[in-house]
């Protein structure tokens, strides 16, 4: 699997952005798929994650009740949408994919996703 993401850019606190994760391969459906951001100075952080089925959804304490985790299994994508942007947001945003369903333990762990994007900036202004 490949995975290209887009979708960030420069936003004032307070807006939105929706990212976008395209994934290559036919067999995106069965792989579950997270976002991670990586501030300067930071380590990798969990921000979300989604199973198979787009049913489940988990995320980082932090984005909770702003960010929204999607998938079109139809096409090949993730989304994350980002809403109530706030300066500490600022970060490289990765999406990361596995052939797996949900496990707890994992999820919320870079080295539990074997395929990652080439990460996307987001930059937001206080």
């Known amino acids: 699997v490949q995975l290209q993401a887009s979708g960030g850019g420069l936003v004032q606190a307070g807006g939105s952005l929706r990212l976008s994760c395209a994934a290559s391969?036919?067999?995106?459906?069965?792989?579950?798929m997270g976002w991670f951001r990586q501030a300067p100075g930071k380590e990798r952080e969990f921000v979300a994650v989604?199973?198979?089925?787009?049913?489940?959804?988990y995320y980082a304490d932090s984005v909770k009740g702003r960010f929204t985790i999607s998938r079109g299994n139809a096409k090949n994508t993730v989304y994350l949408q980002m809403n109530s942007l706030k300066p500490e947001d600022t970060a490289v945003y990765y999406c990361?994919?596995?052939?797996?369903?949900?496990?707890?333990?994992?999820?919320?762990?870079?080295?539990?996703?074997?395929?990652w994007g080439q990460g996307t900036q987001v930059t937001v202004s206080s």
């Open positions: 989604i199973s198979v089925s787009g049913g489940v959804t």
């Open positions: 990361a994919a596995d052939p797996r369903e949900l496990y707890r333990g994992t999820d919320y762990y870079a080295d539990g996703y074997d395929y």
């Open positions: 391969g036919r067999t995106f459906s069965s792989y579950v």
